[in-house]
């Protein structure tokens, strides 16, 4: 043990933990590298060459079982190269060179440029006091920390201390709640523009210190289990998330149909209700996808069953909705009512499906339907069983499924109102697949569970159609079954400011498809916040406005016209730009690099973007900066290096500077970096209202510059099979010449469309001419139309050249525009 004493403001830690002193033996079994430390045996084992995996259970040697979080699968192949020296072990992959300290035992990770990247912190390292099992590393000069999931507060987290314990939390969270409903024991570390990731994959109660009050270490460490978790080396931010993704899953494509605009309210509770809303958006024309029903549907809250009162015909209704074009989502909650004549009370009883006490008898907790029993999601039989019981809504048409209290929240008691924090007793035995375990040792997996469940079953029943699931509560890799929103925040500015580093953060933990209730869900919602929130909405991934019961009501059309006009507008910016949005979907479902981007992500080399919490990027060119405040009609706006363009004016900007930008309420500041080439389509007023034959395609010429369209039927799993089409554009520009290239990478699904309408924005002059594979095109007057003929014509005033041409797919077409002067 070390002798020097550790003060942590004042406190000394090492009065507190006992930690590992030297290594007393060690062994290698291919990637496996053991560490005996007394009675304690340190697993170090290299997954990848970029990823190493370090276990430690005090006194025991931990066993390598990961939790349902993990999907990677070993690879004995990776290429090590180990040497022992006295006093320590060299491991050397292809990327890292990582020394393993014998006196005392410790770790230090460099890259081949010999920085360090990450080394645990010299005083102790891994370390326990009493059940709970802690890691110490050092903080790295400047270093920031992002990802941690669904959190309060700022975008880096640095000099904070979180903790990971699903939580539902009704009384409004502040920069200092501590805990939300999904926990994602994971963050990024970057220091001199390097970055790397720390996954602790476990799912009780955890701990992150990440320097509160000091500048020397950060900590991490878990209540129960064992201590184990995943180095991973970036050095790009964007690398790191994509490794954490191979390890614990990407996000499989959502319908298209769940990228739409949502609409919901505790509750819509009648058929009339619900239908009088459905033609409210078709007749004012505000596109909308999706209506959810809340717990009021329900008979009794019983899960699975309908208040046919209220309800007389949910088949009927939701067919006459679906040929309206909306989608019901409807509520689904774990709890099942105790009701000895309920038969899926009856069924889980009989087949032994539920959470149980250590004697064997069910654990019964009080939730909406009163008294009710807890599947047991920790086993695969129940899972199953839960997953098929969702025939009754697919027989009936629903294609998505909303899980609340999946934390899981139970009342506390009925006296003081129920509604308190609280959760199913801790000593609930889980079957865990097999290897029981306490509820206080897997709480935090309770909700992912509920989701896979969920997930899985409707796939099942849906033959070959995506379905969707949110949830509210979360783990690590939540993100292969449902998209998630950010729970129960207020109608005030606050936290729609806070949405943003949430959301953003959320990204950066694997989890791509997430958003808040645009609008606010407690509270009164008022026109202005609502018109801010819902242009907000327009760009983060998951874009839902919901309600709580008895507030004023927030329909696009409920605080008047005025605000009605603009969020209208902007909701239907949402459909013009989806092309672009589900190609960026799809990249994010390969790569895991998330759809809504903290500017860090793509400018980890930039120190001004380190903790910018009310900006962000979609994708990589639309950079958004949201008015978080009301009664504001200008704010400052961070522009990164590059050029950009306002949205609206087309005013150009060099950035690496800040501007002043007007924004009054119609006005939500949006620019486009110079080289972006976005695809944008007619509004619809549903996904596959209408087919769309042609694409108009926003082009900023930059030097050099590419981008790849993902299409396919966008509610199957064909593209699975390879039936999708990928069409790649490529730009380039010396000022004279632009050079516009479109081939098709692939065919396999039939898009039917016709025509592009491409536009050339920021030309300097009308060009001399403008060729098609080498033919020229005739020049016509603007908005003249050629059927079936390629064509150009210069708008002088917006300084936009339209090349307007045939989609010869699967032939490649070169556009030439000559004598350009474009910028
Ligand atoms: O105890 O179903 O976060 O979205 O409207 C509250 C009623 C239960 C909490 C969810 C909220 C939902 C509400 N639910």
Redesign the pocket.
């Known amino acids: 043990m070390n002798s020097e004493v550790i003060m942590d403001r004042g406190r000394a830690i090492e009065n507190d933990y006992i930690y590992l002193g030297n290594v007393a033996e060690y062994v290698q079994n291919e990637n496996l590298f053991r560490f005996r430390c007394g009675k304690t045996e340190v697993l170090i084992k290299v997954l990848a060459e970029d990823i190493i995996r370090i276990l430690m259970k005090p006194n025991e040697v931990p066993s390598l079982d990961t939790t349902q979080g993990v999907i990677f699968k070993d690879n004995k192949e990776v290429e090590i190269n180990a040497t022992e020296f006295e006093d320590k072990v060299i491991i050397n992959t292809n990327k890292l060179k990582m020394q393993v300290n014998k006196i005392p035992f410790g770790v230090e990770i460099y890259d081949y440029e010999g920085d360090l990247i990450y080394k645990s912190y010299d005083k102790c390292f891994l370390g326990w006091k009493g059940k709970n099992i802690a890691c110490f590393s050092e903080i790295r000069e400047e270093e920031r920390f992002y990802g941690f999931g669904e959190k309060a507060g700022t975008l880096d987290k640095r000099g904070e201390s979180l903790s990971m314990w699903n939580t539902?939390i009704?009384d409004p969270h502040n920069p200092h709640t501590k805990e939300l409903?999904v926990s994602i024991p994971f963050f990024i570390g970057l220091a001199k523009g390097k970055s790397y990731g720390i996954f602790l994959d476990n799912p009780s109660r955890t701990h992150f210190n990440m320097g509160e009050g000091q500048d020397k270490y950060y900590s991490f460490e878990a209540e129960a289990g064992k201590l184990d978790y995943y180095f991973i080396y970036g050095p790009e931010m964007k690398r790191v998330v994509s490794r954490y993704t191979d390890i614990t899953g990407k996000m499989p494509l959502p319908p298209k149909w769940a990228l739409g605009y949502h609409q919901?309210?505790?509750?819509y509770s009648t058929e009339e209700e619900v239908k009088e809303l459905a033609n409210n958006f078709r007749k004012k024309e505000i596109p909308c996808d999706v209506i959810h029903l809340?717990?009021h549907y329900m008979d009794e809250y019983r899960v699975f069953t309908w208040n046919l009162h209220r309800f007389p015909d949910p088949e009927k209704m939701i067919q006459d909705l679906k040929e309206m074009g909306f989608h019901i989502v409807n509520?689904v909650?774990p709890g099942v009512k105790k009701d000895p004549e309920y038969k899926y009370y009856v069924e889980g009883m009989l087949n032994n499906y539920f959470c149980k006490k250590i004697d064997g008898s069910a654990y019964i907790g009080r939730?909406?339907p009163g008294e009710s029993a807890f599947p047991d999601f920790t086993k695969q039989e129940t899972r199953k069983w839960w997953g098929k019981n969702h025939k009754a809504f697919t027989d009936i048409g629903i294609e998505g499924i909303w899980n609340?209290?999946n934390e899981p929240?139970v009342f506390r008691d009925e006296q003081n109102g129920g509604?308190e924090d609280k959760t199913m007793d801790l000593d609930v035995i889980h079957d865990n697949d097999g290897k029981p375990a306490t509820h206080r040792e897997l709480h935090n997996l309770y909700g992912m569970l509920v989701s896979r469940s969920t997930y899985e079953g409707l796939k099942g029943l849906l033959k070959g159609k995506r379905p969707f699931v949110l949830t509210?509560a979360g783990y690590s890799g939540i993100q292969r079954y449902a998209a998630v929103?950010t729970?129960?925040n207020r109608s005030f500015w606050e936290h729609l400011s806070m949405t943003m580093p949430m959301v953003m953060n959320m990204g950066l933990s694997g989890i791509p498809f997430a958003g808040p209730?645009a609008g606010g869900?407690m509270g009164n919602s008022n026109g202005e916040l609502l018109t801010r929130w819902i242009q907000l909405g327009v760009f983060t991934p998951f874009f839902r406005n919901?309600n709580?019961?008895n507030q004023l009501s927030q329909e696009p059309w409920a605080f008047g016209e005025k605000y009605e006009k603009i969020i209208k507008e902007y909701i239907r910016l949402r459909y013009k730009l989806m092309p672009h949005l589900y190609s960026i979907f799809y990249e994010a479902s390969i790569t895991g690099i998330p759809v809504m981007r903290p500017l860090v992500l793509e400018y980890q080399d930039d120190p001004e973007v380190y903790n910018l919490n009310d900006e962000f990027l979609v994708g990589d060119s639309i950079l958004v900066a949201p008015i978080c405040k009301p009664d504001t009609k200008f704010r400052v706006v961070y522009l990164p290096k590059g050029i950009w363009y306002d949205y609206w004016t087309k005013e150009k900007y060099v950035g690496g500077k800040y501007i002043m930008i007007y924004a009054p309420l119609d006005r939500l500041p949006i620019f486009i970096k110079r080289g972006a080439i976005i695809p944008m389509a007619p509004a619809l007023n549903y996904m596959g209202e209408k087919e769309i034959k042609e694409l108009t395609f926003e082009i900023y010429a930059d030097t050099e510059s590419r981008y790849t369209l993902y299409e396919d039927d966008g509610e199957t799993f064909e593209y699975e099979e390879g039936k999708y089409s990928l069409t790649y554009f490529e730009c380039k520009n010396n000022e004279k010449q632009i050079i516009f290239k479109i081939s098709s990478q692939k065919t396999d699904f039939d898009t039917g469309r016709e025509r592009y309408i491409l536009k050339f924005n920021d030309m300097e002059k009308k060009p001399e001419e403008v060729k098609c594979n080498e033919k020229m095109l005739e020049e016509v007057e603007e908005n003249q139309m050629l059927n079936g003929k390629n064509y150009w014509y210069f708008n002088g005033k917006e300084r936009v050249l339209y090349v307007i041409i045939k989609d010869s797919k699967p032939e490649a077409d070169t556009i030439i525009v000559n004598d350009t002067c474009a910028y």
């Open positions: 539902d009704f409903y919901s309210k505790y509750s809340d717990i509520i909650n939730v909406w609340d209290m929240a509604l509210r929103w729970g129960d209730d869900f919901h709580s019961i």
